[in-house]
């Protein structure tokens, strides 16, 4: 029989990894940091012939820290 309660000792390697903040660049914990989605720098607009409901953007995730992101109003 296992004790499954002993885990919480380990050590979380790899789990709380630090995320740049993509506003600042600061290196934040990642519980710490806002995720958030970076527009493509492609305005769809300017190319002609281009349904925008049927293109994919691809949208970069990114990090940011407490403050950028209340900054930003990225959080309540
Ligand atoms: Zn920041």
New binding site residues.
């Given amino acids: 029989m296992r004790m499954g309660k002993k885990w919480g000792l380990y050590k979380a390697g790899g789990r709380s990894q630090p995320v740049t903040?993509i506003?600042?660049?600061?290196l934040?914990p990642r519980i710490k940091a806002i995720e958030v989605r970076r527009r493509p720098p492609i305005d769809l607009r300017s190319i002609p012939g281009v349904d925008r409901r049927r293109v994919f953007l691809p949208r970069e995730k990114g990090y940011?820290?407490i403050?950028?992101?209340k900054h930003r109003r990225l959080i309540k």
């Fill in positions: 903040c506003y600042c660049g600061r934040v940011a820290c403050s950028c992101a």
